[in-house]
C-alpha cells in the first residue's frame, strides 16, 4: 500500500497566504511528527501547544494548525519557517474533522452513548445485539476496543487521531457498526465531532468529574453537546427520561428536529420497563414498545442493567434493525466485564461481586440494585480515587453506609495523593465503616465476613487491573483478588 498524501484543502482547510502544502500524516504529539506532517498545536489545561512548534517544525512538520494565541505564541519561527499555517478559532474542532478526512473511513453506522454511569455497559450491549443480529461489530470505549476488530485504549474517548486511526482500521477489518461512549471531557474538547452518527443515547447525570468541570452545569453542557452538537439533526436521540435532566436532553434534540426514543419506567416512555422480578443470578422483565407487550429473561444482576439493555435496544432500534428481532437477542446478553459482575462464590453460597462505581450516585444504586438478588447481608468495599473530585468522597462513604449492612473503606488509586488522607475523607461519610488501606487485605476481610446468603460487592475499579500508585502502576484485578480470597479461606489453595 502506497504513501497517502493529501492537499490542506483536501482536508478541508485553509492556510494563510493561500499555500495548499502536501501533507503525508498528522500529528498532535510534537515528538511524533515526521517531514511532511500537519501538527496540531492545541491549546492544553497548562500549557499551549505551540509552545512545540519550533520542535515540530524541525523535525519536517510542513503545515501548522493552531488558533490566534498559538500563532503569536510562536510566531517568530513561524515567519521564519515555509510551513503553511493554519488558524482555527476552534482547533480542536478543526482537528477532529481533519483527522475524519484524513483518514477517510469509519463504520457505516455509529452511535455513541453519554451519561455519568452505565456508559460503557450501553456500548458494550449495542455491540453485542449487533453480533447477535449476524452484523460485525465492535464498542469502543473504557475497556479499549472490544467486539469483531481489537485494540487497546488509554482513554475512554480517545483525541481524534487515534480514535480515527482506529475506526479506519475497523472499517477496513469489515467491521460495520460501532458503538462509542462520550465522555465529557471528550465531548468539551470535541475529540467525537469527526464521527457519523447515526443516533446517540443518553443514560444518566451525577456528580463526577469537578476536578475537570467549572460546575454542574458546565458538566452537563459538555455531555448536551453530544445532541446540541455532534449528533446531526437527522439523527435518533435515545434517553432515559427516568433521570431528572433525561428530560433537558430530550427538549435539546426535539429542537434540532432530530427523531427521539424515550426511555424508562415512565408511562410515557415508547420503550417502557413496565416491571421486574429478581433472583439469585438475574431478572425477569416486562417491557412495552409500540404498544406490544414482551416478557424476557436477563441474567444480569442490577436491575439498572435492564435500564441500560433497553436504551442499547432502542440505540439499535433507531439504527433501524427490526425491534422483534432486536428484543429476540436480549435474553443471550451477558455482564459487561467489571459492571456487576460475578467474581467468585464461596463454599456455603456467599457470593462477591465487582463493579466499577466510582460515583456516589452509582455506588448507592449498586448496592440497591444488589440487594434484591441477595437473601443475606451486604458487604460493600468503597474508596476514591486521588487527584480526582476530593468534594465527592464523603459523598462516597455516605452512599455506602446508607444502602449496604457493613463497610470497608479502602484505597483504590490514590495517583499522586496521600492515601490515608483519601480515606479519611471517605470516613467522613462512613462513620462506622472498618477502614483497612491494603486493596488486598479488604477483599480478603470482605469476603471473611460472609456468610450463607450474604454478598460482597467490590466498588471502584471494576475492569482494571492495575492500581495506581504515584506514578507506579501496580498489578491488581479486583475479581482476581477476590478469587484468590475465597480460594485461601475456603481451603482450595493448591
Known sequence: MGE??????????????GRDAQIR???????????????????????????????????????ILTD???????????????????IAADPRQTLAFTAALWFGEQ???????????????????????????DLRAVNVGTTGVEGDWQAPLRHTTPEPITLHRLLAAAAEAGVAYGAMEASSHGLEQRRLDGVQLRAAGFTNFTQDHLDYHASFEDYFAAKAGLFARVLPEDGVAVVNIDDARGIDMAAIARARGQGLITVGTAEGAHLCLMAQRYDATGQEVRVRWDGRVRQMRLDLIGGFQAENVLLAAGLVIACGADADRVFDTLPFLNTVRGRMQLAATRENGAAVYVDFAHTPDAVDKAIRALRPHVMGRLVAIVGAGGDRDPGKRPLMGSAAMGAADQVIVTDDNPRSEDPALIRAAVMEGAPGAMEVGDRAEAILRGVD??????????????????????????????????????????????
Open 4 to 17: 497517502t498524501v493529501k492537499t490542506l484543502s483536501q482536508l478541508g482547510l485553509t492556510a494563510r497566504a
Open 25 to 63: 500524516g498528522v500529528a498532535v504529539d510534537s515528538r511524533d511528527v515526521k517531514p511532511g506532517y500537519l501538527f496540531a498545536a492545541l491549546p492544553g489545561t497548562r500549557i499551549h501547544g505551540a509552545t512545540f512548534i519550533h520542535y515540530a517544525l524541525s523535525l519536517g512538520a510542513t503545515a
Open 68 to 86: 490566534a494565541d498559538g500563532a503569536r505564541i510562536a510566531r517568530t519561527e513561524l515567519a521564519a519557517s515555509r510551513a503553511a499555517l493554519v
Open 107 to 133: 463504520p457505516e453506522t455509529m452511535v455513541a452513548v453519554t451519561g455519568t454511569n452505565g456508559k460503557t455497559s450501553v456500548a458494550t450491549f449495542v455491540r453485542k445485539i449487533w453480533q447477535e443480529l
Open 449 to 494: 465476613a460472609l456468610g450463607p446468603g450474604d454478598a460482597l460487592l467490590i466498588c471502584g475499579k471494576g475492569h482494571e487491573t492495575g492500581q495506581i500508585v504515584g506514578d507506579t502502576v501496580f498489578p491488581f484485578d479486583d475479581a482476581e483478588q477476590a478469587s484468590l480470597a475465597v480460594s485461601a479461606l475456603d481451603g482450595n489453595m493448591a
